[in-house]
Nanobody, 122 residues
Framework: QVQLVESGGGSVQTGGSLRLSCAAS????????VGWFRQVPGKEREFVGR????????LYADSVKGRFIISKDNAKNTVYLQMNSLKPEDTAVYYC???????????????WGQGTQVTVSS
């Protein structure tokens, strides 16, 4: 079992920045990657990016590439999502999740956090 807890969400104006954290506990040696997703009401959960747990490889969705950065601190079992140049369309609930393979497919992620709300106002 892996437990994930997101934090750091909030409200910000267009062009602002936020940093989300995803703290993992439990069997943290047992997964390959940590991904970030977001969801707005009425839409499917969307892949934002991922980072490999043991290495540094990252992958981002085109919609956030160049604005969002994923990093991690293995000593703290924590993954971060630094969000810069935020836009109103970035407004969503953001989730972190773990997967045992390198994937962008939501259903391949098996442990999820509770989500944290990010609101960007114009």
């Amino acid at each position: 079992q892996v437990q994930l807890v997101e934090s750091g969400g909030g409200s910000v104006q267009t062009g602002g920045s936020l940093r989300l954290s995803c703290a993992a506990s439990g069997r943290t040696f047992n997964f390959y990657a940590v991904g970030w997703f977001r969801q707005v009401p009425g839409k499917e959960r969307e892949f934002v990016g991922r980072i490999s747990w043991r290495g540094l490889a990252t992958l981002y969705a085109d919609s956030v590439k160049g604005r969002f950065i994923i990093s991690k601190d293995n000593a703290k079992n924590t993954v971060y999502l630094q969000m810069n140049s935020l836009k109103p369309e970035d407004t969503a609930v953001y989730y972190c999740a773990t997967a045992n393979i390198a994937t962008v497919v939501t259903t391949n992620y098996n442990y999820w956090g509770q989500g944290t709300q990010v609101t960007v106002s114009s």
